[in-house]
């Protein structure tokens, strides 16, 4: 059988510059835009949660070259709710009757870790997996959202360190994931990745995704000539091949056949199934170059003989002699799950669940309500352990609730609606002696039968603190000097055409706005507006 101690990276015939001149593209020398939806590095997360979430067995799992932790903190939110209780009525759950969602599979992470070299990066990754604060809402007044409580205790872990040195913390993880790392291992570490992950830490499953090489000739124009990719790439560094690269730091990037066959070689060697070996993208998206991120999932054989596959993936790593520190430890992260989690359910606590859920939706007025917005009420998700299906079973078995399974969303229903409506007017306020029309802030007087003129009487102006109406809360001001004394103060006086700044003087007690006429109109002027 053939060790992995060596990985060969064939030649790939480069475009021959000498025929660049016979081909004629109308791109005008500008290179085509390539976009991705979702993008590229999102297709690769939702990949891997995808296909740890089916596993009941990935509550551990270990993300190799985590950078700045953006997987890690996924994994370290909680589940909305715990895994179904099937010791608690196994019937009805495993026939799907208390069964909510269970397409949708929740991950219900119990230990995380992270390893990554570069401590710049990890600084966030630490970051990204702390437990969140007591007053974080104190903290973030542009928090939005309930959050959510977790079940379930979690440990995460971050580490600072180099893939060849062995970890013992990371024998018998139960899920490793492996993005976008190995085209980044230089050429004495690429032989250590597979003996380390599959033979000494044999995990489950190993998930694992790489760059397409094959893909890159979309990212310019067919027949472009070597010299304008080079504007855009990068040539091979380590001098191996005349490839060029999509990064920098690439020390390779394999065609999908070079990926296949160092793929089935590990599977081989060190016992392991391949699940899946394809792109990001279901079907792929291009039948001739296929898709830009290339993806597999080793799934672990069962075969006893996993103890001396490891003891001879640390001789491979010995005969290597590989340099590098011991794994640093740079943070250890508890998440305490909530007091009440696992708590099981009694007939008075179920029944206690259902005169709780009755009340809430009362108080809300709501006669019916979605089950996941009931759920999320903290209150009644305690009472229920943390479990879904329990609430489920006490909505069912309650009188006055009914549960409406409507496709994927249920919801809850009030028997009988809401009784005895909430009172909006206190007595003496009934809305009877509004006006018909009527908008907040207007006259009410000006709502008549008369249309033939305005009303002349002091009202509101509809601003915020104004109290008075009709005149009510004022006392009628003194005449101007000079104005006329039978003249009142009218709605129209303060329109936007006369504006604000008609008086005379800030001292006179007398008079209104402006010091010494310095603020609006002179007398002369007020007097033409007046006609």
């Keep these: 059988m053939a060790s992995m101690t060596a990985t060969v990276i064939h030649e790939i015939e480069e475009h021959n510059e000498d025929q660049a001149e016979e081909i004629d593209f109308d791109c005008d020398g500008a290179s085509p835009q390539v976009t ?38 996924v994994l370290a939110q909680p589940a909305p709710w715990l895994a179904p209780p099937t010791d608690i009525f196994p019937e009805r759950t495993n026939s799907g009757e208390y069964s909510y969602k269970g397409d949708l599979p929740n991950l219900h992470a119990r230990r995380i870790a992270g390893l990554d070299i570069s401590g710049h990066d990890l600084a966030f990754a630490v970051k990204g997996t702390a437990p969140p604060s007591n007053s974080a809402e104190e903290e973030d007044p542009y928090t939005y959202g309930v959050r959510v409580t977790r079940w379930e205790d979690l440990t995460a872990k971050v580490w600072k360190g180099g893939l060849q040195v062995i970890n013992e913390e990371f024998v018998g993880v139960e899920c490793i994931v492996c993005t976008e790392v190995i085209e980044h291992l230089p050429p004495d570490i690429l032989p250590a990745l597979a003996p380390t992950l599959l033979g000494i830490y044999h995990p489950q499953c190993l998930l694992l995704t790489t760059p397409s090489y094959t893909f890159n000739a979309r990212f310019t124009r067919p027949g472009a000539p070597r010299s304008v990719r080079l504007r855009q790439a990068y040539a091979d560094p380590t001098g191996r091949t005349n490839r060029i690269f999509r990064h920098d730091d690439h020390k390779f990037e394999w065609t999908p056949k070079e990926f296949a066959a160092w793929c089935r070689e590990a599977a081989d060697e060190w016992g392991y199934e391949i699940e899946e070996l394809s792109g990001t993208t279901p079907g792929g998206r291009d039948d001739e170059l296929g898709d830009a991120s290339l993806v597999v999932a080793f799934r672990r054989k069962e075969d006893g003989q996993q103890a001396e596959r490891a003891e001879r993936a640390r001789e491979m790593l010995k005969a290597l002699t590989l340099e590098g520190e011991p794994h640093e430890l740079l943070v250890e992260h508890r998440h305490k799950a909530h007091e009440k989690a696992h708590q099981p359910p009694t007939p008075n606590s179920v029944k206690l669940i259902g005169d709780t859920i009755k009340a809430k939706m009362e108080s809300l007025r709501e006669a019916f309500i979605s089950l996941e917005q009931m759920w999320f009420e903290q209150e009644v998700s305690a009472m229920c352990g943390g479990w879904i299906e329990v609430m489920i079973w006490a909505v069912e078995e309650y009188e006055g609730l009914n549960l409406l399974k409507d496709g994927k969303e249920w919801s809850i229903e009030l028997v009988g609606g809401v009784k005895d409506p909430q009172v909006l007017w206190s007595e003496g306020n009934s809305v009877d002696l509004i006006p018909d029309g009527w908008i907040p802030g207007q006259d009410p007087e000006d709502i008549s039968d008369d249309e033939d003129g305005p009303s002349t009487s002091p009202s509101s102006t509809g601003a915020d603190g104004d109290v008075s109406w009709n005149g009510s809360e004022i006392e009628p001001e003194p005449p101007m000097e000079g104005s006329d004394d039978n003249a009142t103060w009218t709605k129209e006086d303060w329109s936007a055409a006369r504006g604000w700044g008609q008086g005379h003087g800030w001292d006179d007690p007398k008079q209104e706005w402006g010091k010494q006429q310095e603020w609006g109109a002179c007398e002369e002027e007020l007097s033409v507006l007046e006609l």
């Excluded at 596993?55 to 932790?69: F, I």
Aim: aromatic share 10%.
């Design 36 to 73: 991705f939806y979702p993008p590229l590095f999102l297709q690769r997360r939702i990949w891997i949660p995808g296909h740890l979430a089916p596993r009941k067995h990935c509550g551990c799992v270990l993300d190799v070259g985590c950078g700045e932790g953006q997987l890690l903190s």
